[in-house]
């Protein structure tokens, strides 16, 4: 970044020094010029009216009478030449000057080259420059001017010398002050880039650092406004979900190692009691093959909710949508499960709407309903009521699952639907039944198949009479042509 930076302003204070010489150089030259003609047009204007007062003198005496007296400078010298190119009048001699703090500046008619004064004759107004055999840079301009009828030429030189002098003194301030600059640029350039990159480098080592062992570590940030400090604040929030995401594993893997360890446990301690005794009772074998079935069953469902799990979170479950009526599975639901309302007292009331056509995978569904049916019939004491009511409002479906009993504690509320999360775990394993498997993964396996049709679950309210749960899925292309809002849940 800093030879680039380099490069590009290296090549700008080039143009710029180029373009500065070049028009200053024009410019002293334009005023070169100008003065010449200047002097040349007060040089006539003299010479008309010394004429016009002293009509006696010759042209030749009031030449040399003005050259002499009236015209004499540092740097300028000039030369009267006649039709036949003889020197008619010149300037005093250089070496004669006071005060002249430049070099000598001697021009005599011989050292002008015989082209110029072959082509001042011949135009009426004439620039040239020429150098002098001391390698003295001389500008000339020649004029042609008529009196009483003949013609003369007005020369007049001036030295280029201090022009030259304030040029060379501006390339050599061009020649000192572009590579000064250039090495402040380049140094402080560098010093500002790594300055500037030095928090890149410290995230950079930090990020090095940080594996799954450390995933609490986080990016220094310098400055949050800057492009870097919303970098590092941007890495930092991704840290932050993979923590979570981390975090959630090993909670999964602890909590599905402890839910597994259980009913291995019993597996295992029902055949070790059975292998005791070299005989036992026909009854005590069948009591004891009656335990390690159920907690089999139970541990095939709960390995059957992990995978499901897994496959969900990799999303790798296909679903196999097809077109089935709501308010038939529900009806459904309720008859697979009226004997365990019977066995736990409990009355069961169904309201939907007719004709509920619905465009989903109707396995899912069912588990979904069959989870939330399976949680009332956990927590509602007996003699108690589960309501059940299917409606389309707003472009959904709308399914509430009520129950009588306890409210589910406002501080577990936020927490339900959270893998393996019991708000009471004795009492969720009291009533165990063929739905569910006690582990505290309905919920979550409920959410996840709403999301997965593009609808939600969530819980309605909880208080001390009932609880409530509402799931909400829209309408798709295949049911109804209505406009459609966003699940309420």
């Known amino acids: 970044m800093t030879l680039w930076y380099a490069a590009v302003l290296t090549l700008v204070l080039i143009a710029f020094a180029v373009t500065v010489y070049f028009l200053l150089a024009q410019t002293i030259s334009r005023l070169t010029d100008n003065s010449l003609k200047d002097v040349n047009d007060s040089l006539i204007a003299s010479i008309a009216a010394e004429k016009d007062e002293d009509e006696e003198k010759s042209d030749g005496e009031i030449f ?71 390698k003295t840079e001389v500008k000339i301009f020649a004029q042609i001017i008529n009196f009483n009828g003949q013609n003369y030429v007005v020369a007049i030189l001036r030295s280029l010398t201090e022009q030259n002098q304030l040029l060379a003194k501006i390339r050599f301030i061009f020649f000192v002050v572009i590579p000064l600059v250039l090495l402040a640029a380049i140094f402080g350039g560098y010093y500002l880039a790594r300055k500037s990159l030095a928090p890149v480098v410290e ?149 939907t709407e007719n004709e509920l056509l619905f465009h989903g995978d109707e396995t899912l569904i069912r588990r979904l309903i069959m989870n939330l049916l399976d949680n009332a019939i956990k927590y509602t004491p007996p003699i108690g009521e589960i309501f059940v009511s299917c409606k389309s409002e707003d472009g959904n479906y709308e399914i509430k699952v009520f129950n009588t009993g306890e409210a589910i504690p406002p501080e577990a509320q936020t927490h339900i639907f959270e893998r393996f999360y019991r708000t009471d775990k004795a009492r969720s394993r009291q009533k165990e039944n063929e739905i569910g498997t006690g582990a505290g993964l309905g919920l979550s396996i409920g959410r996840w198949i709403a999301k997965a049709h593009d609808g939600c679950l969530e819980l309605l309210f909880s208080n001390n009479l009932q609880t409530a749960f509402i799931i909400s899925l829209p309408f798709t292309s295949k049911t109804k042509y209505i406009f459609r809002k966003k699940p309420r849940c």
């Open 64 to 134: 040399n009478e003005k050259l002499q007296e009236d015209f004499r400078f540092r740097d300028l010298a000039f030369i009267v030449f006649d039709e036949k190119q003889n020197v008619v009048a010149k300037s005093f001699d250089a070496n004669n000057r006071a005060n002249s703090q430049l070099p000598k500046f001697e021009v005599s008619a011989a050292q002008i080259p015989p082209e110029i004064i072959k082509n001042s004759a011949q135009n009426a107004e004439y620039f040239q420059t020429f150098f002098l055999p001391d």
């Open 203 to 351: 995230m950079n080592k930090k990020a090095a650092l940080i594996s799954s062992t450390n995933l609490n570590e986080r990016l220094p940030i310098a400055n949050e406004k800057d492009e870097l400090g919303e970098l590092a604040t941007t890495f930092n929030q991704l840290l932050s979900r993979l923590e979570t995401s981390f975090e959630q594993q090993r909670r999964f893997m602890a909590d599905a190692s402890h839910e597994l360890r259980t009913p291995l446990a019993i597996v295992r301690g029902e055949a070790e009691v059975a292998l005791q005794k070299d005989s036992r009772s026909k009854d005590e074998y069948r009591e004891s093959l009656e335990i390690i079935d159920d907690e089999s069953k139970r541990l095939t469902r709960i390995v059957e909710d992990l995978f499901t799990l897994a496959r969900a979170d990799a999303g790798q479950y296909p679903l196999q949508k097809t077109d089935f009526y709501l308010d038939e599975l529900l009806a459904e639901c309720g008859r697979a499960v009226r004997t365990l309302f019977a066995k736990n007292n409990l009355s069961f009331n169904l309201e």
